[in-house]
T-cell receptor, first 111, second 113 residues
């Protein structure tokens, strides 16, 4: 059974800082990797995904994936107060519809 | 664009009561999901349905039943609500069950007295 762990549990950073969120997974056959963001009281919304080893950048957000290390991460450049939210990583194998989520990192960006 | 509607928004029940949560989507997506989110935590999959008439158990299916009445709707039943069971139940849908992004509804917040 897939085990997905996130670190840190919570993080407070000043506006403009670079933020790094981490996710480790246990199933080496995992193929698809997602970051979802959930603002307080709102529905989770997909932020970014990556399907092969390496790096993917979209605006201020970058995902790194290292399948051999069973690790992927989300980096936020120039963090903004509007980035304050619960960040959830999620992992999926190819032959099942199951997406397994971590418990999340609560990010607070102080103005 | 599309939208996922969940009813009711808040649900209060008694211990042992059978409670039903409903979800409708107009994305015309094939796959629908039910997740449970405990306060400030991640999402745990209860049931999912790849297509109409399909039903698959997730990691947290015990104590729940689900029904995919038609392509656009997916219901979840708490078979016997447990006291102090407080969580948000989130419905989601996606085009397929492989690599597609999941779109989430706003949730139903359950309180059991």
């Amino acid at each position: 059974q897939q085990n997905v762990q996130q670190s840190p549990e919570s993080l407070i950073v000043p506006e403009g800082a670079r933020t790094s969120l981490n996710c480790t997974f246990s199933d080496s056959a995992s193929q698809y990797f997602w970051w979802y963001r959930q603002h307080s009281g709102k529905a989770p919304k997909a932020l970014m995904s990556i399907f092969s080893n390496g790096e993917k950048e979209e605006g201020r957000f970058t995902i790194h994936l290292n399948k051999a290390s069973l690790h992927f991460s989300l980096h936020i450049r120039d963090s903004q107060p509007s980035d304050s939210a619960l960040y959830l990583c999620a992992v999926k194998r190819t032959n099942t519809g199951k997406l397994t989520f971590g418990d999340g990192t609560v990010l607070t960006v102080k103005p | 664009g599309g939208i996922i509607t969940q009813t009711p928004k808040f649900l209060i029940g008694q211990e042992g009561q059978k409670l039903t949560l409903k979800c409708q989507q107009n994305f015309n997506h094939d796959t629908m999901y039910w997740y449970r989110q405990d306060s400030g935590k991640g999402l745990r999959l209860i049931y999912y349905s790849i297509t109409e008439n399909d039903l698959q158990k997730g990691d947290l299916s015990e104590g729940y039943d689900a029904s995919r009445e038609k392509k656009s709707s997916f219901s979840l039943t708490v078979t016997s609500a447990q006291k102090n069971e407080m969580a948000v139940f989130l419905c989601a849908s996606s085009i397929g069950d492989r690599v597609a992004e999941q779109y989430f509804g706003p949730g139903t917040r359950l309180t059991v007295l």
